[in-house]
């Protein structure tokens, strides 16, 4: 009687079937495939966040020194506004251009032989502010400067407020992003 249980025994135990083993091989390929789809959505999101954070900052820049401007008096109230409104912002989307001698970006005073960069480290002097500096080029990036005057919900002005919309606009992994930012500003500092 042992001897038969025995026997049987060894006849079920031999071994993985081919079924088995082609189930076990489709579950791995399964994985596998997995893991090189999110190793690709990770490389395709680490390639644009340096943009994204690039927008962020440039839209940032535009903001302040649209309040700086507000805030020391170099410019109007009348004039913080676009050029459609009577004031000295550039309508529509615009390149990056260093500031002009006013430090205000987008507006008419733009430095327009000197597109903007990013600077990422010193050139081979070692020293950075110089001609030899690694940059990144902001050539493909745009900036849209919208100011216009807030409209409560009934539809009345509302008097001494504006929205500041900021939009940014560049070519990253898989096309062109779009990033939007609104402050508001009034008069008075």
Do not use: C
């Not at 060894?10 to 090189?36: P, Q, R």
């Not at 395709?44 to 994204?52: E, G, R």
């Not at 990056?96 to 001698?101: D, I, K, R, S, T």
Request: hydrophobic share 40%; aromatic share 6%.
């Amino acid at each position: 009687m042992k001897f038969r249980n025995h026997a049987l025994l060894k006849k079920h135990s031999a071994g993985f079937t081919l079924l088995e083993t082609l189930i076990a091989m489709l579950v791995l390929a399964i994985g596998v495939l997995s893991m090189i789809d999110v190793m690709t959505q990770g490389l395709k999101v680490s390639a644009t966040t340096q943009y994204d954070y690039i927008a962020k900052k440039k839209a940032e820049q535009a903001i302040e020194a649209i309040f700086t401007a507000r805030n020391s008096q170099e410019k109007s109230w009348d004039q913080i506004q676009n050029i459609s409104q009577g004031g000295i912002f550039k309508d529509g989307p615009q390149p990056l251009y260093a500031p002009g001698n006013d430090g205000l970006v987008g507006t008419l005073n733009d430095d327009t032989a000197h597109p903007d960069v990013v600077i990422t480290g010193p050139g081979p002097d070692g020293i950075i502010g110089t001609s030899d500096d690694t940059v990144i080029p902001l050539s493909g990036m745009t900036r849209e400067i919208q100011i216009t005057t807030v409209v409560d919900k009934t539809g009345n002005t509302v008097l001494n407020l504006r929205q500041i919309t900021v939009i940014m606009r560049y070519m990253a992994v898989g096309g062109q992003k779009t990033q939007t930012f609104i402050s508001y500003i009034s008069p008075w500092a």
